[in-house]
């Protein structure tokens, strides 16, 4: 025969879902009530509290073209104009394969990374192009152009970059290109031409309010 414990006797019966002997459903909705008596100040705190310290994270996207047109290249800018496959699921960002442009809809910090294979013609001197990522809405370069060395005699150069910039409510939602030239004459087609940009920093408070870590206050 089970015997009571004297303490399981003063606690009530402990089964799930039954009361204890003690407990008062009354007490315990008042206790629950002042805890959650939010005065308006409390509430304003914890508004400033989330939008000053809670990140929220963006994305990117990358698109690229297996093939394209012949470009001939000099001392004028040319824009790219053959991205035609999707990689990945835009995030944050919104490409336009019409304009062969893309836009980041979120300020931040991204990364800017582009990589291509350019088969072109032959000349016995070294050659150089740029290459930038231009604001075609605030007619603006977006940092500054890289240079591509062409070696003499060599039919196809590869190359690749990546580089980081800030989005302020100037740029965005604007639309960006991928431009090239201002260097030496020089004619082909390029293979494989890949784009990409990635947040690499964070969005704090309201989408496109980008607060500066240094001064929360703003």
């Known amino acids: 025969m089970a015997i009571a414990s004297p303490r399981a006797d003063a606690l009530g019966d402990r089964r799930p879902g039954v009361p204890l002997d003690w407990y008062d459903p009354d007490e315990h909705r008042r206790k629950l009530a002042e805890a959650l008596n939010i005065t308006s100040g409390q509430l304003q705190d914890l508004v400033d509290f989330t939008r000053q310290h809670v990140s929220v994270a963006i994305y990117g996207s990358m698109y690229t073209s297996t093939t394209s047109g012949i470009y001939s290249l000099g001392a004028g800018w040319t ?3 053959d991205f035609d496959t999707k990689a990945v699921t835009d995030k944050g ?3 336009n394969t019409t304009t062969d442009s893309f836009q980041v809809n979120a300020n931040g910090i991204y990364m800017f990374y582009f990589g291509f294979s350019f088969q072109h013609d032959e000349l016995n001197a070294g050659r150089t192009f740029d290459v930038r990522l231009f604001n075609n809405t ?12 062409v ?4 039919p196809a150069t590869n190359f690749s ?8 409510q100037d740029i965005e939602d604007d639309d960006l290109i991928v431009q090239l030239g201002n260097g030496d004459s020089i004619t082909g ?4 031409f890949d784009i990409g940009v990635y947040s690499i920093g964070e969005l704090r408070g309201t989408a496109g309010d980008f607060i500066d870590p240094a001064d929360p206050s703003q």
Request: hydrophobic share 30%; proline share 3%.
């Open 161 to 168: 970059y990546q580089f980081m910039f800030e989005t302020t």
């Open 189 to 192: 087609t390029f293979d494989d």
């Open 151 to 154: 070696g003499r005699n060599t």
């Open 93 to 95: 960002t919104t490409f």
């Open 79 to 81: 824009q790219y104009t």
């Open 138 to 149: 605030d007619s603006v370069a977006v940092g500054a152009p890289i240079t591509v060395g």
